[in-house]
């Protein structure tokens, strides 16, 4: 075994973790992922403290939290600063080979620092979210295959399971229970035309020769098709590293930046809003020389900003002191035993402007501005008696929910005390993608 792992970074964009069979689905989308987590250490309460994909990446890579770092929205003013640890390029620094298999640096400079091999296979597409894992893994396993010699740090960022939904043919009718998925009498997705995404999918991936797909069970079941695909892609990466001897050395992390929301919250087949669907995600670490403890799953909640001092750990890199993530690899290990966080504050400012507080026992929404479906500015759950976030009580419960508010104002202003910050960045960027519609609109 070599001194210091090798490790390969894949974040599954839009990926929801109750959708994996290790997370309790009951449909088989996942049984390669699935194998992984048993070979591994799954964690069954990791959040993103930001959505939706470059908040969220932001923090993977920097290991703070995005009012720390700034970048707060998708698309949005605010730009990393150029002396902000970014976990590449300290990787670099220590003598790793570093290599990007992804998109992101197109649309955000920074995400391409620190990588001495950047490589786009969505070039060939008009949307890069197009790009499939075949092509990322063709590319991928090539570098992987003449990589020089000494550990390498490869980031992969599939984008399967991000809409559009578009499956290989060979998989037609999987997971779908039959009836008419273009049925006219069918209203469910009504709503949905309204939103500029809709918009877009009504126009392209759910027009088909027979008509609109109306029965949001098929768009889910097009989406499970997806994640089968990714699942494939991911056993394809684990037996090329197995033929390259490359498996005991290699540490993988599999996570994705957010969830998706499929109809939940009248939120259809995306990924903004706060709630648990979009905001809880999956992380899974196998690494077969690392001696971690495999099959443990880690109950206490933990926060994407503490994957890069994890990485940065096992690498032998020290982190530095102003991150707000901290380490679980000796959790990971069994050195230490579980431990995490009693709370997460977390915010969006693309499609919302909004921050969430999660504890235990509730979950606290509280807006910036309003919100394009008309929900009250202050929503608190009962996740207790109501896991699946539908029943708003902040009217019944004003003290407890003036209590999480505070909580929130507390944080944030100790927050922007600490980094300098004058201004609310939700509030100073507000939902972006919003503003962007309606200018589009006039």
């Known amino acids: 075994m070599q001194a210091k792992p090798n490790i390969i970074l894949i974040t599954a964009d839009s990926l929801r ?40 990446h932001t923090t993977i890579f920097t290991g703070l939290h995005p009012v720390t770092h700034g970048v707060v929205a998708h698309g949005g003013r605010a730009k990393l600063a150029r002396g902000t640890p970014f976990l590449a390029e300290m990787l670099l620094d220590e003598g790793y080979a570093t290599c990007a298999v992804d998109t992101l640096f197109r649309e955000r400079i920074w995400f391409g620092r620190g990588y001495e091999y950047l490589i786009d296979p969505s070039l060939h597409h008009l949307f890069y979210a197009s790009v499939t894992q075949e092509e990322l893994n063709d590319r991928a396993f090539q570098w992987i295959k003449t990589v020089p010699k000494g550990p390498f740090f490869m980031f992969i960022h599939y984008w399967d399971v991000h809409y559009p939904y578009v499956p290989p043919e060979r998989m037609r009718g999987l997971f779908y229970n039959g009836g008419n998925p273009t049925d006219r009498d069918n209203h469910a997705l009504d709503e949905w035309w309204d939103h500029p995404v809709g918009a877009m999918a009504r126009d392209t991936w759910l027009r088909t020769p027979s008509g609109l797909i109306t029965d949001p069970n098929y768009v889910t079941a097009l989406y499970d098709r997806e994640l089968h695909y990714l699942d494939e892609g991911i056993q394809a990466l684990e037996d090329t590293l197995e033929k390259q001897g490359m498996a005991e050395d290699t540490m993988i992390v599999l996570l994705a930046d ?185």
């Open 17 to 56: 973790a109750n959708h994996l069979g290790c997370y309790g689905y009951p449909l088989p989308t996942s049984p390669h992922i699935d194998r992984l987590a048993c070979q591994g250490v799954l964690f069954e309460k990791m959040f993103a403290p930001g959505i939706p994909t470059q908040p969220s």
């Open 258 to 442: 957010h969830g998706e929301s499929m109809t939940d919250h009248r939120i259809f087949y995306d990924h903004y809003g706060l709630y648990d669907c979009t905001v809880r995600v999956p992380l899974i670490v196998r690494w077969p020389g690392g001696k971690l403890r495999t099959g443990t799953r880690i109950a206490p909640f933990r926060q994407l900003s503490d994957v890069m001092p994890t990485l940065l750990e096992a690498a032998g890199v020290a982190a530095p002191e102003e991150l707000d993530g901290s380490s679980f690899l000796k959790q990971l290990t069994g050195e230490e035993e579980p431990s995490g966080y009693d709370r997460v504050i977390g915010l969006e400012s693309t499609w919302q402007a909004k921050y969430y507080l999660r504890n235990n026992r509730y979950k606290f929404i509280l807006a910036r501005q309003p919100d394009l479906l008309g929900n009250p500015d202050r929503e608190l759950y009962d996740l207790e008696t109501d896991p699946g976030e539908t029943h708003n009580i902040a009217a019944d419960e004003p003290k407890l929910a003036a209590e999480m508010e505070t909580e929130i104002e507390t944080w944030l202003a100790e927050k922007l005390e600490a980094t300098g910050q004058t201004e609310d960045p939700v509030r100073k960027e507000g939902a972006v993608a919003v503003a962007i519609w309606e200018q589009h609109r006039v």
